[in-house]
């Protein structure tokens, strides 16, 4: 790959994506954030996202719908789910849905970067 990859990051909560998108730009990623899964459905990013970081809760469909919604048109993008709300159920339903992580807020720096890192890696699998 010789672009850096893109990582769209969703979540409804303007401070968290800025301060997530923040991080992730000075890692040396390049990011787009968006404040609904809406909002990343129609901006025409999601077949060039290598990985998306979404929050559960968000205003209109959630990060789970959103990730179940991708899968079953065949997009495959490898998915963090982060949550504050997080329940058994829901890390069952993300996880089998296939994503690569699920983190509980507040999220790590570290944590997070090793997501990304293994989703990086998925996707380098799938398009090999």
């Known amino acids: 790959m010789s672009q850096t990859p893109l990582i769209a990051c969703i979540d409804d909560d303007p401070t968290v994506l800025e301060a997530v998108e923040d991080f992730l730009d000075a890692s040396g990623f390049v990011t787009e954030g968006y404040s609904s899964a809406e909002d990343f459905l129609k901006s025409g990013q999601v077949k060039c996202a290598a990985c998306l970081i979404t929050d559960v809760k968000l205003g209109g469909i959630s990060g789970l719908e959103l990730q179940e919604r991708l899968v079953t048109s065949g997009v495959t993008i490898p998915t963090i789910i982060v949550s504050a709300f997080a329940d058994e ?15 509980s807020k507040p999220i790590t720096k570290d ?15 799938d398009a090999g």
């Not at 159920?89 to 983190?103: D, I, N, P, T």
């Not at 944590?111 to 699998?125: P, T, V, W, Y």
Request: charged content about 25%; some cysteine.
């Open 111 to 125: 944590n997070l970067l090793d997501c990304i890192k293994s989703a990086l890696c998925r996707r380098l699998g």
């Open 89 to 103: 159920k829901m890390r069952a339903r993300a996880f089998g849905s296939g994503a690569v992580c699920f983190l």
